[in-house]
């Protein structure tokens, strides 16, 4: 598969055309549409391109959860409605947290941390006949609120390809639908590869740019 970028698209837009598609393919399956009302459980960088996806797609409110505040002030920054700063281990109370701040219950909510109380978090939440769309990677045995997912007919949906996910997502880039430029919080050159990846490692920026041209860095 091969995409060409148009002129007006960096290569750093071009390399987050991955990240990008993930949040595409999520906002299609779980049926993101105008009017939406979508929780995305993670203000990590998947949650965030979700967030500016749901966003282009129409949605009407975005409330977006994590434990990290300063994320939470980003998120903001990249078009939260409003947001919920999860302090707690319960996952009803975080959705009760969500209900209030939002005014109703989501029905979509993007599950993008891998956490399981997030996933209870989202199960609570959202609305009879809605959809609970799995992003996150997280444990491979999880325990879930299974009777109340089943009782309040939340359709629960995994995200795996996005192959085709990519015109779309460089579209939105052209188009301005979307800006994938503050994702990248740091920038270094192809030397300082070594320092890039232990910095990575310490989950404090957003997305960690590598340039091989030395005059981007």
Not at 143 to 153: N, R
């Amino acid at each position: 598969m091969c995409s060409r970028l148009p002129d007006h698209v960096s290569y750093e837009e071009g390399a987050l055309l991955e990240p990008l598609s993930v949040g595409v393919h999520a906002c299609r399956r779980s049926g993101v549409t105008v009017g939406s009302k979508v929780l995305i459980c993670g203000a990590g960088p998947i949650g965030l391109v979700c967030l500016q996806v749901a966003k282009a797609m129409g949605a009407e409110q975005v409330v977006i959860t994590d434990i990290d505040a300063k994320r939470l002030e980003f998120a903001r920054q990249m078009g939260a409605d409003v947001t919920v700063h999860v302090t707690s281990r319960d996952g009803r109370e975080v959705a009760d947290q969500v209900v209030q701040v939002l005014g109703c219950n989501p029905d979509v909510t993007i599950e993008c941390s891998g956490a399981e109380t997030s996933i209870h978090a989202g199960i609570y939440a959202t609305e009879p006949g809605g959809v609970l769309m799995i992003v996150g990677l997280g444990r491979p045995m999880a325990t879930i609120p299974l009777l109340d997912a089943a009782l309040k007919e939340v359709d629960i949906r995994g995200n795996l390809r996005y192959a085709n996910d990519y015109p779309t997502a460089l579209a939105m880039i052209a188009s301005g639908q979307v800006n994938v430029k503050p994702l990248v919080s740091h920038r270094y050159s192809l030397e300082q590869t070594l320092e890039a990846f232990e910095f990575a490692k310490k989950g404090e920026g957003i997305k960690v740019m590598i340039h091989c041209d030395k005059t981007k860095a």
